[in-house]
């Protein structure tokens, strides 16, 4: 994908999910990433490695703030694709 095409990436954010005082700052930086590579049907499936990438972070941690946001139920895997709420 040319780089043109990733800076015109958007993502809706739901309210709650930035406002719930329980999720750390950075698990609501990346749903707010997931939401940009999200489809119509909220379906997204982005490597472990562009997640970490695009955030500076370890690929270790990307699963830490992944499950922080499983156990909140803002994300679920379904058939190999990541559902954002």
Known sequence: MGKSL?????????????SDP???IQSKG????LACYADKKRECFPSASTLADSMNVSQRYIFKLLKEL??????????????IY
């Open 6 to 18: 990733i800076k015109d990436r958007f993502g809706i954010v739901k309210y709650h999910v930035l």
């Open 22 to 24: 329980e999720l750390s």
């Open 30 to 33: 990346l749903y707010s990433l």
């Open 70 to 83: 499983r156990q909140h139920n803002y994300i679920k895997r379904v058939d190999g694709k990541l559902v």
